[in-house]
T-cell receptor
Framework: GAGVSQSPRYKVAKRGQDVALRCDPISGHVSLFWYQQALGQGPEFLTYFQNEAQLDKSGLPSDRFFAERPEGSVSTLKIQRTQQEDSAVYLC???????????FGQGTRLTVV | AQTVTQSQPEMSVQEAETVTLSCTYDTSESNYYLFWYKQPPSRQMILVIRQEAYKQQNATENRFSVNFQKAAKSFSLKISDSQLGDTAMYFCGTYGGSQGNLIFGKGTKLSVKP
């Protein structure tokens, strides 16, 4: 596709349920970023991939959060045993290389009830 | 650790006037990039302007320009001839660290009034 695609756009999960959020980056983009954005706040960095290598996962808030990019293209952010504080918009971005323009997807709005 | 600070949570400006959004940052990197992104209510972040730290000349993109003060670690965004479509959240960001992660400030909500 022409841009970064995220699915689903909206997800409602019951507390304790596991969820998986998908990101399809722009073809050929080496770098991929995940962010968590609470309402009215800036994007908080979660993790960063260069191809299939997860170079930085310092922003993942707990061991319930896990991200992968096994073939260096599509990435999945998984949240286990969701809690209400996980409710946020999850943004994915990709770029050709680090330090260049990052292109963002529309995000996935996760609501935990 | 790298940080980005935007000290103005909200600003407003009259249509056709000029507004400046502030940003300060801290990084230990010698080679880094600075960005301003815009996030309209539809939510998708789009790049407004970027600046390479090694370039002394301030970047300009049509009505958008920056005032980059490297020694002061300041990177403000000036919007000239403000338009209603400029209403959005604006985020200042920087690449830092050898691994290249991109971090943002908390944002400034800009409202352009007719």
């Amino acid at each position: 596709g022409a841009g970064v695609s995220q699915s689903p756009r909206y997800k409602v999960a019951k507390r304790g349920q596991d969820v998986a959020l998908r990101c399809d980056p722009i073809s050929g983009h080496v770098s991929l970023f995940w962010y968590q954005q609470a309402l009215g706040q800036g994007p908080e960095f979660l993790t960063y991939f260069q191809n299939e290598a997860q170079l930085d996962k310092s922003g993942l808030p707990s061991d319930r959060f896990f991200a992968e990019r096994p073939e260096g293209s599509v990435s999945t952010l998984k949240i286990q045993r969701t809690q209400q504080e996980d409710s946020a918009v999850y943004l994915c971005a990709s770029s050709v290389l680090g330090r260049t323009e990052a292109f963002f997807g529309q995000g996935t709005r996760l609501t935990v009830v | 650790a790298q940080t980005v600070t935007q000290s103005q949570p909200e600003m407003s400006v009259q249509e056709a006037e000029t507004v400046t959004l502030s940003c300060t940052y801290d990084t230990s990197e010698s080679n880094y990039y600075l960005f301003w992104y815009k996030q309209p209510p539809s939510r998708q972040m789009i790049l407004v302007i970027r600046q390479e730290a090694y370039k002394q000349q301030n970047a300009t993109e049509n009505r958008f320009s920056v005032n980059f003060q490297k020694a002061a670690k300041s990177f403000s965004l000036k919007i000239s001839d403000s338009q209603l479509g400029d209403t959005a959240m604006y985020f200042c960001g920087t690449y830092g660290g050898s691994q290249g992660n991109l971090i943002f400030g908390k944002g400034t909500k800009l409202s352009v009034k007719p």
